[in-house]
């Protein structure tokens, strides 16, 4: 069995820690938490506990009882995780973002190239986007032409999100852009394939210094394709965070408006279709009422995918999605937070195979 440790025992770290311990006592993987670490002793405990297993002494300690670092602390936290794990060889599963600056990034991705690894870009295993990318990349409706992403979520700072670190730049390297819509920027890039060129508009409405609360990004391609992106950070605090994405291709239009199954919408001169997406085939194992089955496979799904392979290939095993698919993002996000510093100009990307034509 592999033992896991969980590095981080906030937010993610609780609800990894429920989503593994669901598949751990289903017998769907062949591991489990053993460890537990948090610099609050108190958060380490609790989830140790909860997933009978033992409060770490130290991040060294936790590393040395493990085979797998499970790195959940906030975004600032996770370059000298991530270093002190691969020193011993680890395989890691590292949250997203990778880290504040681009170049603590480049180097997450070089440390983590060296090891099986996994990124915690949860939204690469949704059945929705799996679906809407498979269309797009099968050309059926022709060129896609324009995307519309809109992703909004309440200031995290607050709520079920019981932490501050978010309106900290040192911490967490930017506002709503980088921390939550560094998925979005990752699906544009899956579904469009790599832009040619970002510009972008950033403010700080609600006042908290290097911390964008309303972005809006503009991404161009090669053959006139665009995409755009809203990311908002408001205070509806009654409002669970939601995306809605619309794609225009040249002869259909998709849209949807749930992140995890949609359905994904697509209309076409021929008549309208509903997509459904799927969950897991062995969603129904899980011990948890039917309304967090979802929300929980939507994590459950990656982790076991990387556990599998972890089992199944050792030391040669492969996560997906992993950091040249992180990397590509942060490189969008970097270039965006650039644009909007320089007053909103065009900033070239870097090249990457894929690009549409
Ligand atoms: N993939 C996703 O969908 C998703 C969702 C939420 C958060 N995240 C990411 O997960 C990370 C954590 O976010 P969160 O919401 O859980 O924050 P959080 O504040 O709730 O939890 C972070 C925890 O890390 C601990 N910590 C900080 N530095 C540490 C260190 N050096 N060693 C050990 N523990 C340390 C803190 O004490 C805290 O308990 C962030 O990078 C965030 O962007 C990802």
Same mark, same amino acid.
């Given at each position: 069995?592999?033992?896991?440790?969980?590095?981080? #025992?906030?937010?993610?770290?609780?609800?990894?820690?429920?989503?593994?311990?669901?598949?751990? /006592?289903?017998?769907?993987?062949?591991?489990?938490?053993?460890?537990?670490?948090?610099?609050?002793?108190?958060? &380490?405990?609790? %989830?140790?506990?909860?997933? +009978?297993?033992?409060?770490?002494?130290? %991040?060294?300690?936790?590393?040395?009882?493990?085979?797998?670092?499970?790195?959940?602390?906030?975004?600032?936290?996770?370059?000298?995780?991530?270093?002190? &794990?691969?020193?011993?060889?680890?395989?890691?599963? #590292?949250?997203?973002?990778?880290?504040?600056?681009?170049? /603590?990034?480049?180097?997450?991705?070089?440390?983590?190239?060296?090891?099986?690894?996994?990124?915690?870009?949860?939204?690469?295993? @949704?059945?929705?986007? #799996?679906?809407?990318?498979?269309?797009?990349?099968?050309?059926?409706?022709?060129?896609?032409?324009?995307?519309?992403?809109?992703?909004?979520?309440?200031?995290?700072?607050?709520?079920?999100?019981?932490?501050?670190?978010?309106?900290?730049?040192?911490?967490?390297?930017?506002?709503? %852009?980088?921390?939550?819509?560094?998925?979005?920027?990752?699906?544009? +890039?899956?579904?469009?394939?790599?832009?040619?060129?970002?510009?972008?508009?950033?403010?700080?409405?609600?006042?908290?210094?290097?911390?964008?609360?309303?972005?809006?990004?503009?991404?161009?391609?090669?053959?006139?394709?665009?995409?755009?992106?809203?990311?908002?950070?408001?205070?509806?605090?009654?409002?669970?965070?939601?995306?809605?994405?619309?794609?225009?291709?040249?002869?259909?239009? %998709?849209?949807?408006?749930?992140?995890?199954?949609?359905?994904?919408?697509?209309?076409?001169?021929?008549?309208?279709?509903?997509?459904?997406?799927?969950?897991?085939?062995?969603?129904?194992?899980?011990?948890?009422?039917?309304?967090? @089955?979802?929300?929980?496979?939507?994590?459950?799904?990656?982790?076991?995918?990387?556990?599998?392979?972890?089992?199944?290939?050792?030391?040669?095993?492969?996560?997906?999605?992993?950091?040249?698919?992180?990397?590509?993002?942060?490189?969008?996000?970097?270039?965006?937070?650039?644009?909007?510093?320089?007053?909103?100009?065009?900033?070239?990307?870097?090249?990457?195979?894929?690009?549409?034509?």
């Amino acid at each position: 069995m592999l033992r896991i440790g969980l590095v981080g #025992c906030g937010h993610i770290g609780t609800v990894h820690s429920y989503a593994l311990r669901q598949l751990t /006592d289903a017998g769907l993987v062949d591991a489990a938490i053993t460890s537990t670490f948090d610099t609050d002793p108190e958060r &380490a405990q609790r %989830l140790a506990e909860a997933s +009978n297993a033992s409060r770490a002494e130290s %991040l060294e300690a936790l590393l040395d009882a493990v085979d797998v670092a499970w790195i959940c602390t906030w975004t600032n936290g996770h370059l000298p995780a991530v270093e002190a &794990a691969v020193a011993r060889g680890l395989p890691v599963f #590292c949250e997203k973002p990778l880290a504040p600056t681009l170049p /603590d990034c480049r180097r997450i991705a070089d440390l983590l190239g060296t090891v099986p690894h996994q990124v915690g870009l949860v939204l690469r295993h @949704a059945p929705v986007f #799996c679906n809407l990318a498979e269309i797009v990349h099968s050309g059926r409706y022709g060129k896609p032409m324009a995307l519309v992403l809109r992703d909004d979520q309440y200031f995290p700072i607050q709520g079920m999100y019981g932490s501050t670190w978010r309106s900290d730049v040192a911490k967490a390297g930017g506002g709503t %852009l980088i921390e939550h819509s560094i998925h979005d920027l990752d699906v544009i +890039n899956w579904v469009l394939g790599p832009a040619g060129s970002v510009s972008a508009h950033t403010a700080s409405i609600f006042g908290y210094e290097g911390i964008d609360d309303s972005a809006a990004v503009r991404l161009d391609y090669a053959g006139g394709a665009t995409a755009s992106l809203i990311s908002v950070w408001h205070q509806v605090t009654t409002r669970p965070s939601t995306r809605r994405l619309e794609l225009f291709c040249e002869e259909a239009f %998709l849209w949807t408006e749930d992140d995890y199954l949609g359905p994904l919408h697509v209309e076409t001169s021929a008549g309208s279709e509903t997509i459904e997406g799927r969950p897991p085939t062995w969603i129904d194992r899980l011990t948890v009422p039917e309304v967090l @089955a979802k929300p929980l496979a939507q994590y459950a799904e990656p982790s076991k995918a990387f556990l599998d392979a972890l089992v199944a290939d050792g030391a040669n095993a492969r996560g997906f999605p992993g950091v040249e698919v992180a990397l590509a993002a942060h490189e969008v996000v970097d270039g965006a937070y650039r644009s909007a510093a320089a007053g909103g100009g065009t900033v070239p990307l870097p090249t990457r195979p894929g690009a549409l034509r």
